[in-house]
């Protein structure tokens, strides 16, 4: 099985930053995606970013293009997001999602294993 862990939530005023981690362990696949996915309070969840193995190819949702980045560390088996300029609509649970097939998807279903999540607060 694998784990996954968030960190790096917190509260921050717009126009602030924050940067999430996200840490894998248990079995080890030879290639594998990340996402970023978030959640709102009465919302459905949403795609924030995804990455490739090694960071070759990256998505963003329209809504955090040019103030979010996605990068990967895959020898320490983490992905991060740094997220500049936040907003109020920023405010969600994040988690973090990983499928084995090495498909940076932008639909949750694709993502085979999960994170418990990460609140971010963006006050106004």
């Known amino acids: 099985q694998v784990q996954l862990v968030e960190s790096g939530g917190g509260l921050v005023q717009a126009g602030g930053s924050l940067r999430l981690s996200c840490v894998s362990s248990g079995r080890i696949f030879s290639t594998y995606a990340w996402g970023w996915f978030r959640q709102a309070p009465g919302k459905e969840r949403v795609f924030v970013a995804a990455v490739s193995w090694r960071g070759l190819t990256t998505y963003y949702a329209d809504s955090v293009k040019g103030r979010f980045t996605i990068s990967t560390d895959n020898a320490k088996n983490t992905v991060n997001l740094q997220m500049n300029n936040l907003k109020p609509e920023d405010t969600a649970v994040y988690y973090c999602?990983?499928?084995?097939?090495?498909?940076?998807?932008?639909?949750?279903?694709?993502?085979?294993?999960w994170g418990q999540g990460t609140q971010v607060t963006v006050s106004s």
């Open positions: 999602a990983l499928n084995y097939v090495n498909n940076p998807s932008r639909v949750a279903d694709e993502y085979d294993y």
